[in-house]
């Protein structure tokens, strides 16, 4: 049996603890094969031989001031462990280069941030207090909380079984709560597994007709009302010449659609 226990770090990283019973010492010995890298971190993951138990650090990023601004999600698949050292989302990589992801959403008029060159520390507090001019306030949110390089390294240190029976329905369950408890209005995401898992239509082929300028959208399943998704290009995806204008082209057509469907001016900042 799995059972999870959470305390809070700072306003963006909490630790969370999996009881994992029987399913212990293998789970232990292949999470550290996977995240060998990363045992130099404080914190991101400790194993508990007395109680069976592993906690680990993890990231979410919810405004908690209101701009009246609608509030829609950025949903990724699982947060990344040099991430989560670092303290925000989307951090410079291990050899300190910059995400793609802050100058295509800046770009974009998404997230536009005045300060230049900001570390990740000072990042996570702009988007926390929502002091970024665009039209929406922006909640930041992982599907998985386990972090690991690539989502499917989940399943691969849980077992299948494991996985199934606990890590699904949690986080099934969470992101639900969580989309009904902050009142999203829209949910973005950048990883078609996660799009496949959350929303009532299933997509395979969609980065080419991201390409072709196509708006791929569908509705979140299992809740009471009706709060839109829509997919767009990965994070870090850069592989036509044109990358920027593809990505910046998605955006806009993503943030037509949900500001027609919220009566929201396209340029509504603060």
Known sequence: MSKTKRAQLSSINFQRTYLLSEAYESIKERAIQVLYKYR???????????EGSVTFSTERLIPTASTNRPRVMLLFSN????SVHQGMFLSP????????????????GWLSITEGNCNPKQLADICFKAKYRGP?????????????????????IFGREHFSQFIEPESVDEF?????????EAVVTFNKGIFNLVSKDQIERYVERLVEGELIQSQIKGIDRYVPIFLT??????????????????????????????????????
Request: net charge positive; hydrophobic share 30%; charged share 25%.
């Open 40 to 50: 130099g971190y404080p914190d991101l993951i400790t194993f508990n031989d007395l």
């Open 79 to 82: 947060p990344h462990p040099h």
């Open 93 to 108: 990589n291990t050899k300190g280069r910059e995400n793609l992801f802050w100058s295509v959403m800046g770009d974009a």
């Open 136 to 156: 929406f306030e922006l909640i930041f949110y992982c599907y998985y909380a386990f972090p690991t390089d690539f989502p499917e390294d989940i399943r691969r």
């Open 176 to 184: 639900r709560n969580t989309i009904q408890e902050t009142s999203v």
């Open 233 to 270: 290009f990965p994070t870090g995806w850069r592989y036509r010449r044109q990358y920027m204008q593809f990505r910046k082209a998605s955006l806009d057509t993503i943030r037509t659609a949900i500001c027609s469907g919220s009566n929201v001016p396209e340029s509504k900042n603060t």
